[in-house]
């Protein structure tokens, strides 16, 4: 594993070499739990079926990257898009990536091509988040539940150096009262690049509205509605993902 330091802060990365030199470089951003390690060889795969450069990092306090020493704030996604991704592709020299990220990875990716529209050449969400839903707070409270009876607790500590903190600071973020105005949807009208938006149709945590309002408000957007399928796209329906996300790396690199 590879380290770099952002924002004072060291990262952890994998960096996963091109096949195709007129391939545009992929940046793969983890869900609320995720980290480098937990998206397992789903890099490595997207790598082999689009033949792009594919960059994977920890966020700080995820995986085996260091923490931040403030407490998490509702607009933590924000600084992530706004700060911390610019940062960091900044500091590897990556100047048009196509974004592909997962749950709160998605709204990042979402957040940063609304704030730099000419950025991203293309992005990729996999059950994203613009608002918050009722079924998105359920399913967290259920988490919660799960996360307290359950041996989760030991199986997400073989991926995070600090996993109570990584859990704590999801659960406790979307729970809280002054989490429930988020919404991240005054970024959508600005993105200025293809998207792709896949969304299972048996998600757990959030209503297909999620990927509707995507589709219904920038232009272009390719919706993807996957049956047999969670909240995890790539691992539910890893082939039909891959597939969908080689053809997207297509039309967005001419090729």
């Known amino acids: ?5 952002v924002e004072c802060l060291r990262l952890e990365y994998r960096d996963i070499a091109a096949t195709d030199a007129n391939k545009p470089t992929l940046v ?3 869900e609320g739990l995720g980290c480098v390690a937990m998206w397992r060889d789903f890099p490595q795969k997207l790598a082999a079926a689009t033949g792009c450069r594919t960059v994977v990092f920890s966020r700080a306090g995820y995986g085996h990257s260091e923490a931040y020493a403030a407490p998490r704030t509702p607009r933590y996604m924000h600084h992530e898009g706004e700060v911390m991704l610019p940062a960091f592709l900044d500091a590897l020299g990556i100047e048009r990536p196509i974004l592909v990220g997962h749950s709160d990875g998605g709204s990042i990716a979402l957040i940063f091509a609304g704030a730099f529209p000419q950025r991203p050449l293309g992005v990729a969400v996999m059950a994203p988040h613009e608002f918050v839903e009722e079924e998105t707070l359920a399913g967290i409270r259920a988490a919660r539940e ?3 009876n359950s041996d989760w607790p030991q199986k997400l500590a073989r991926y995070h150096h600090d996993a ?4 704590s600071d999801w659960n406790d973020s979307w729970l809280s009262p002054a989490f429930r105005d988020w919404s991240i949807e005054a970024y959508l009208p600005r993105i200025a690049c293809p998207v792709l938006a896949l969304q299972g149709e048996d998600d757990e945590y959030a209503t297909m509205r999620q990927i509707e309002v995507i589709g219904e408000v920038v232009q272009g957007t390719e919706v993807l509605k996957l049956p047999a399928c969670g909240h995890s796209p790539q691992r539910d329906q890893e082939a039909a993902v891959l597939s969908a996300l080689a053809a997207f790396v297509s039309r967005c690199s001419g090729s």
């Open 1 to 5: 594993m590879k380290h770099l330091t």
């Open 164 to 167: 109570p903190r990584v859990f």
């Open 28 to 30: 793969l951003l983890h």
């Open 146 to 148: 799960f996360w307290a």
